[in-house]
C-alpha cells in the first residue's frame, strides 16, 4: 500500500556539507588572513631596524681630505641582536666601488643603479633581508655617492612567523570548531521541525482527518496548506462514498423487505416441490442482501459516530445480557447455547449504541461459525482493562490470515457457504479503536475461535 | 744532483713557511688511528691537562694542538677552512664573524645559556678579565692603583720610575689586545687618557700576554696594562712578585670561545670536544681545568662582560679600524 518513494540525497546531509564546508572555507581564509598580515607586520619590523642600522652609518660618514671616513657606532650592528642570533652583513659602496664591508653585497640593480629600499637576496648561501639608502657626500672639492647596505638573515622572524602561524592554526581551528556546534544545532532545529510536523501526521488516527492546527514556522505554511488542503478533500470524498453507501444500503433495504414478504406470501400458496425450494432459495439470498446492506449501514454509522462519540455511563454486562436475550431465538434455531461468564458488573463510559452494534456483529459471526449443539462463551472481565471475549467451538481462524481478518469486505477462506459481507469484525474494530481499544483475534487451543474486544 | 739541490733550495722556504707555529704538539690517545686537528690561541701548557683527559675518556683518537696569535688564527683559517676540526680562540670578535660568515658548523644539542653562545655554533667556555698587572717591587711603600684613574696618577707622580718600564698588546698584531682596547674605549674616555700619559712614558708593546708577564717578572717592565690575568695567576712562581689588579671602575671581561668549522672533516668528535669542555668548566676543579670558568652570574649588567653579538664586528670593519689605529697611535706612539 505504502510505495517506495524515490530518496533524493538528504536535507539534513546538504545543510551540514553546505554549513561546515563554509565554515571550513571562512575558517582557511581567517587563518592565511591572519597570517599573512602578521608576515607583513613582522617583516616591517625588521625592516625599520634595518633602516635605523642604515641611517646610523649613514649618518657617520664623511669626507676628510677627499677620503672617506665612517666610525660606524656599536649600536648600528647592537641592534639587529635577535633571540636567534640572525647573521648580519654590511656594505659600504662609494660610488660603486666597495669601502668597506662584504664583497659582493650588493642589492639586485634594477636598471644600472642599485635601488635604495629594501629587497630580499640570497648571498653566501642564505636568505637576507636587505636594507640600502645611500647620501651624496659634498667635500672641498669634490663630491661622492656613499650607498650603505645591511642584512640580515630571518631566523628570528621565520620563528615569530611559526608561533604567530600556530596561534592563527589554534584561532582557524577553534572559530571551526565553533561554526561546526552550531551548524549542527542550526540544522537540527529546522530538521526537528520538519520532524515535528511528520511526527504529528504519523501519529494521526486512521480517521482523523481534521486540519493541522499547530503554529509551524513560516516556510513550513505552503507545506502544512496544502496537507491540510488535501486532507479536507479526502475527508469529504470520503464522507460522500459513506453517505453515498448508507443511502444506497437503505434504498435497498425497504424494496427487499417488500420483495420478501411477496415471496413467503406466494411460498404459503405454493405447493410444488421444486417452487418452494426456489422460493427458499430466493428468500435466502434476500436475507443475505438485506444483511448486508445492515451491514453497511451499521458501519456508515459508525464511521460516522466514531468521529463523535456520545459517551454515556453503562453497564457492560447489561448491555450483553440484553443482546443475549435478543439473539436467543437466533440461537436456539441454530441448536446453539449462548452463556455468559464473568463479573456481575462491568461499569463503563462508551457509545452503547456503537457497542452494542460491535458486539452483536461479533455473538453474530459465532453463531454463524459455531456448530450445532455447541455453546458461544461470552466472558467479561475487568482486568487489566475493560474486555469482552466471545469465543466459539467452530473451525477457528484461517492461522494465515489472521491479521487481515478485520479489513473491510475481507473473509475467511473457510467462510464458503455461510452468509456474510465481511463487515462484521471491521465494524467491531472500528468501536475498539474509537473507544481506545483494540481487536484480538485468537484461535482456542481445544478449537474454535475467540474475539476479544478490549476497550 | 744540481736539479735536487735547486728543489730542495727551492721547497725548503716553503716548509719552513708551512710550519711557522707558535707551538705544535701531538697528544697521542690509546690506540689512536684518528687525529683531531685543534687550532688554539691558548698556551698548550693550559690546555695540556685538558686534552689529556679528553684522551683518556676518548679511545682511539690524537689531538694535534696547533697554537697561533689570535690575530694569526683567523688568517689561516680563513686561508684554509677545512683543516681544522676546532678552533678555539680568545678573540670573539674575530670567532664571531667567522661564524657570521658561515665558517661555523651548528651543533644544536648542546644547551648552553644564550648569553654563552651564538647561533648554536659559537660556544663559550671561560670568563677571563683583562687585568692591570704589576711588579710588586715598584710600588714598594706606594698604594696599589685601583682603578684606571689611580693608575694614571700613580704614572703622573713618579714618571722617572716608569719611563720604559710600561707594557700593554700591540692592538696592531694582537687581536685580543684590540679587542680589549676597542671595549675599553667604547666604554670610557679613561682608556685615551690612560693611553696617552702611557705613551709618553714610552710603552713596551708586545705580541702576548706571555711575553709581558715574563718581562713584569724580570722587573724589565713594572705595569702591565690589559694582560690575561689568568695567564699571570697560573704561574705558581710569580705570585710573590706580581700583583693582579681587576680594574674597579670597569672591568673588561672576554669569555674564551670555540667552534667547530663547517667544513671540518671530524666534526661529530669536534663537537664531543666542545661539549666536553662545558661539562669540564662547570666542575671547576682546577687541576683540570686551569682556566677560569664561565661566570655563571652572567647577565647582571654589572658585570660587563663583552657580549657575543653582531656589534663585535663593528671595530672589525676597515674604516672602523683604521680610524681606531690612527688614534691609538697617535696616542701610544709620540714621539717615535
Known amino acids: 500500500m505504502v510505495e517506495a518513494v524515490p530518496v533524493s540525497g538528504s536535507l539534513r546531509g546538504r545543510l551540514m556539507i553546505t554549513l561546515i564546508g563554509g565554515a571550513a572555507v571562512l575558517a582557511l581564509l581567517l587563518f592565511l588572513a591572519l597570517r599573512s598580515y602578521a608576515a607583513q607586520v613582522a617583516q616591517e619590523g625588521q625592516d625599520s631596524i634595518l633602516r635605523a642600522s642604515v641611517a646610523s652609518i649613514l649618518d657617520a660618514a664623511v669626507l676628510r681630505r677627499g677620503q672617506v671616513e665612517i666610525d660606524i657606532p656599536y649600536a648600528s650592528f647592537s641592534m639587529l641582536s635577535t633571540a636567534s642570533d640572525d647573521r648580519v652583513f654590511y656594505a659600504v659602496h662609494q660610488d660603486q666601488t666597495l669601502v668597506s664591508g662584504y664583497e659582493g653585497l650588493l642589492p639586485a640593480a634594477d636598471g644600472g643603479a642599485a635601488q635604495d629600499g629594501f629587497q630580499t637576496i640570497d648571498f653566501l648561501n642564505t636568505s637576507l633581508r636587505l636594507a640600502t639608502a645611500s647620501r651624496m657626500l659634498v667635500g672641498e672639492s669634490d663630491r661622492t655617492r656613499i650607498t650603505v647596505s645591511v642584512g640580515q638573515t630571518q631566523d628570528a622572524l621565520a620563528g615569530t612567523l611559526n608561533r604567530i602561524s600556530r596561534n592563527a592554526a589554534y584561532f582557524g581551528a577553534g572559530f571551526f570548531a565553533l561554526a561546526v556546534v552550531l551548524s549542527l544545532w542550526a540544522t537540527s532545529a529546522t530538521i526537528g521541525q520538519l520532524k515535528r510536523l511528520t511526527t504529528s501526521v504519523a501519529r494521526r488516527g486512521p480517521q482523523d482527518l481534521s486540519p493541522f492546527a499547530k503554529p509551524v514556522p513560516s516556510e513550513m505554511l505552503p507545506l502544512v496548506r496544502s496537507l491540510n488542503s488535501l486532507m479536507g478533500r479526502l475527508d469529504q470524498s470520503l464522507n460522500q462514498s459513506e453517505d453515498f453507501i448508507a443511502e444506497a444500503a437503505h434504498r435497498v433495504r425497504t424494496p427487499l423487505a417488500t420483495v420478501r414478504s411477496y415471496a413467503e406470501a406466494t411460498l404459503q400458496r405454493v405447493n410444488r416441490g421444486e417452487n418452494r425450494e426456489a422460493l427458499r432459495s430466493m428468500i435466502r439470498a434476500i436475507d443475505e442482501s438485506s444483511r448486508a446492506a445492515g451491514q453497511l449501514l451499521d458501519h456508515a454509522m459508525i464511521t460516522f459516530r466514531a468521529d463523535h462519540l456520545d459517551k454515556q455511563d453503562i453497564d457492560l454486562v447489561e448491555l450483553v445480557q440484553d443482546l443475549v436475550l435478543r439473539l436467543t431465538p437466533v440461537a436456539d434455531m441454530r441448536d446453539v447455547d449462548l452463556r455468559v461468564h464473568g463479573a456481575a458488573q462491568l461499569p463503563y463510559s462508551g457509545d452503547p449504541i ?58 475467511g477462506n473457510n467462510a464458503e457457504g455461510i452468509i456474510g459481507s465481511g463487515l462484521g469484525l471491521t465494524i467491531a474494530q472500528d468501536v475498539a479503536v474509537a473507544h481506545g481499544g483494540t481487536l484480538t483475534l485468537t484461535n482456542r487451543v481445544e478449537g474454535g475461535a475467540c474475539v476479544s474486544l478490549q476497550l | 744532483m744540481r736539479i735536487l739541490a735547486a728543489l730542495a733550495l727551492w721547497i725548503w722556504p716553503l716548509l719552513a713557511t708551512a710550519q711557522e707555529w707558535e707551538d705544535q704538539q701531538r697528544f697521542e690517545g690509546t690506540e689512536a688511528t684518528r687525529t683531531l686537528r685543534v687550532l688554539s690561541s691558548t698556551d698548550t701548557s693550559f690546555f695540556a691537562p685538558i686534552i689529556q683527559r679528553f684522551l683518556r675518556e676518548q679511545s682511539g683518537w690524537a689531538i694535534e694542538y696547533f697554537v697561533h696569535s689570535t690575530a694569526e688564527i683567523d688568517t689561516r683559517f680563513r686561508g684554509n677552512p677545512t683543516e681544522y676540526d676546532l678552533v678555539i680562540s680568545s678573540a670573539m670578535d674575530l670567532q664571531l664573524k667567522l661564524a657570521n660568515d658561515g665558517f661555523a658548523a651548528q651543533i644544536n644539542d648542546i644547551d648552553h645559556p644564550d648569553w654563552a653562545q651564538w647561533r648554536q655554533s659559537l660556544f663559550a667556555f671561560t670568563t677571563e678579565p683583562a687585568a692591570i698587572v704589576i711588579n710588586r717591587a715598584a710600588f714598594a711603600r706606594q698604594d696599589i692603583p685601583q682603578t684606571r684613574q689611580d693608575l694614571i696618577r700613580a704614572l703622573r707622580a713618579r714618571p722617572e720610575v716608569f719611563r720604559g718600564r710600561l707594557g700593554t698588546y700591540d692592538v696592531r698584531q694582537s687581536a685580543l689586545g684590540y679587542l680589549f682596547a676597542t671595549q675599553d674605549a667604547r666604554a670610557s674616555e679613561t682608556f685615551w687618557r690612560l693611553m696617552e700619559v702611557m705613551g709618553g712614558l714610552d710603552i713596551r708593546l708586545y705580541c702576548c700576554s706571555g711575553e709581558m708577564i715574563d718581562d713584569l717578572y724580570t722587573g724589565k717592565i713594572a705595569v702591565a696594562y690589559n694582560v690575561l690575568g689568568s695567564y699571570a695567576l697560573a704561574r705558581r712562581d710569580t705570585h710573590d712578585a706580581l700583583e693582579i689588579i681587576l680594574p674597579s671602575d670597569f672591568p673588561t671581561t672576554m669569555m674564551r670561545t670555540a667552534f667547530v668549522p663547517s667544513g671540518a672533516s671530524n666534526a661529530q668528535m669536534g663537537a664531543e670536544f666542545i661539549r666536553y669542555l662545558i661539562a669540564l668548566q662547570s666542575m671547576a676543579a682546577p687541576e683540570d681545568f686551569p682556566l677560569p670558568p664561565l661566570n655563571l652570574e652572567q647577565g647582571s649588567i654589572a658585570q660587563s662582560t663583552i657580549a657575543l653579538e653582531p656589534a663585535l664586528m663593528t671595530y672589525l670593519d676597515r674604516l672602523k679600524r683604521r680610524t681606531f689605529l690612527k688614534e691609538w697611535e697617535s696616542a701610544i706612539i709620540q714621539d717615535r
Not at chain 1, 455453546?375 to 494465515?400: H, K, N
Open chain 1, 354 to 411: 456503537l457497542l452494542q452494534n460491535a458486539v452483536r456483529n461479533v455473538i453474530d459471526n459465532a453463531l454463524k461459525y459455531a456448530p450445532t449443539e455447541s455453546a458461544v462463551d461470552i466472558s467479561l472481565s475487568d482486568e487489566p482493562l475493560p474486555q469482552i471475549q466471545i469465543c466459539d467451538q467452530g473451525p477457528g481462524f484461517p492461522p494465515a490470515e489472521m491479521d487481515t481478518l478485520a479489513s473491510r469486505f475481507k473473509r
